[in-house]
């Protein structure tokens, strides 16, 4: 096959989704009003959708989950406080410093091999109640985890750790971007997370292809402080009622077929395993996201990168010694086929 003519599977992110023709269909006809002055009708129905499907009292769009993860810590704590999570979670990765630079906060990452902490880790890191010490106001959990390959957080550990951070006087706040997976392979109901959460957010703009757009929901109280601080951020916006056209469109339409990205992703991994080149442990796939290790030490992530795009197959290099693929809507069943087939033939 002449590799010029390779038609390129793009395997970087679940972002890189196109809104589908239905999909634009429905962002053209949406009503619209000003946002900022609470008016754009489909905004505020998608707000109200999003509530109601996690039994919380009231929901905020925001323009991207890093905005939606970043006001919730800035809702839940005072400059000066701390914030517990993971080591490898998005907060402390991916978010350009911001919880340092907007809340003026500590991140105390807790180590982990995939993101999931326990309440017993938790536990052990609270710093004690002495003036020497950071208060510990938050605990920041994130489903399915990112740089931990689309693993999923078990609710048996959430219950616990909610029930620490109510003994201790806590607040719980859910990175749940990929929420809609957990729940995909979990059949866990919405309201089911976030009952035992203070805060949650959640990404329209990963695996259920909208073009723009995050939901953070909780109290009635908390996302009117929410809203504050989004105008506050720059998150304030006008006439956005097609964003929240696509969002509804998204919820109605792309959540049942999120299982298909995982069948997809495990064909992946099987065809990373089977090669030379790379290395993983296909049982820890859950998810849609493959997350390959380099098995030669002398080939770094980057250039294996290289190596599979001109294959065709876009990849994101990730860590020191691996790389990331992950699978979306955009990427059909015979795009997959095909990928493991150039992948297997030439690695």
């Not at 754009?40 to 993860?69: C, R």
């Not at 219950?159 to 719980?172: G, T």
Request: proline fraction near 4%; aromatic fraction near 6%.
């Amino acid at each position: 096959m002449n590799k010029k003519s390779l038609r390129i599977i793009d395997l970087r992110s679940d972002t890189v989704t196109k809104p589908s023709g239905a999909m634009r269909e429905v962002m053209m006809t949406a009503e619209v009003g000003d946002d900022v002055f609470g008016e754009d009708p489909t905004i505020n129905l998608l707000q109200d959708k999003a509530a109601d499907l996690f039994d919380m009292e009231s929901a905020l769009f925001v323009p991207s989950g890093t905005m939606a993860n970043e006001i919730a810590i800035k809702v839940h704590t005072n400059p000066g406080d701390e914030v517990i999570t993971d080591c490898l979670s998005h907060i402390v990765h991916f978010e350009s410093g911001a919880p340092g630079l907007l809340s003026g906060i500590n991140l105390l990452s807790i180590q982990t091999p995939n993101g999931i902490i326990t309440a017993e880790q938790i536990e052990k890191a609270l710093r004690p109640d002495r003036i020497a010490y950071p208060h510990n106001s938050l605990i920041s959990l994130e489903n399915t985890h990112n740089y931990g390959g689309g693993a999923i957080f078990p609710l048996s550990e959430i219950k616990r750790i909610s029930s620490l951070a109510k003994r201790k006087s806590l607040r719980l706040h859910l990175d749940g971007a990929r929420i809609f997976n957990a729940m995909a392979v979990t059949g866990i109901k919405p309201g089911e997370y976030s009952q035992h959460f203070d805060s949650v957010m959640f990404c329209l703009s990963k695996g259920l292809g909208a073009p723009v757009g995050s939901l953070l929901m909780g109290s009635k109280d908390f996302v009117d402080a929410a809203r504050r601080y989004r105008k506050m951020f720059g998150g304030g916006m006008r006439q956005i009622g097609m964003l929240g056209a696509a969002g509804i469109y998204a919820l109605d339409n792309n959540v049942e077929r999120l299982n298909e990205d995982h069948k997809n992703a495990k064909l992946l991994a099987e065809a990373f395993q089977s090669t030379l080149l790379f290395e993983l442990n296909t049982g820890l796939v859950e998810t849609n996201i493959v997350i390959a290790g380099i098995a030669d030490r002398n080939t770094s992530p980057q250039e294996a990168a290289a190596r599979l795009e001109e294959n065709g197959i876009l990849v994101f290099p990730f860590g020191d010694n691996s790389i990331r693929a992950v699978t979306h809507l955009d990427i059909s069943n015979e795009d997959i086929e095909d990928a493991c087939e150039r992948i297997k033939r030439h690695f």
